[in-house]
């Protein structure tokens, strides 16, 4: 995924999941639109996660995704999030989390349509 983001002209600061997400800290290329650099992650990564192996038959990923933009001065702490996603999703599931980012931040939310 930093390739791709690299081949679009973006810079890859730290990219990190867990079995059902991931999370990417990149920096955009000006030219680009978010939704145009999610398209072409998302569709390469897919690509490349099934030519990788027959068990990667059925990965998809979600319609939707979600975009966050992050002050300088908060760099570290997201790198340090994203670097320890696994320890962090014991204590709170994905699902749980987003839900509190996005009602901590005041965003409207209908959750029929987060999960397509």
Known sequence: MGGI??????IPIKINGSRDHVHMLIALPAR?????????????SSRWAHE??????DFEWQTGYG?????????????????????HHRRKDFITEYIELLSMHGIEFDERYLWD
């Open 52 to 57: 990788l192996s027959s068990d990667n038959s």
């Open 32 to 44: 680009m639109s978010v939704s145009e650099i999610m398209r072409i992650v998302k569709t390469n």
């Open 67 to 87: 975009a966050f933009s992050v002050s300088k001065s908060n760099l570290n702490a997201v790198t340090e999030y994203i670097v320890r996603q696994e320890e």
């Open 5 to 10: 983001v690299r081949e679009l002209g973006g």
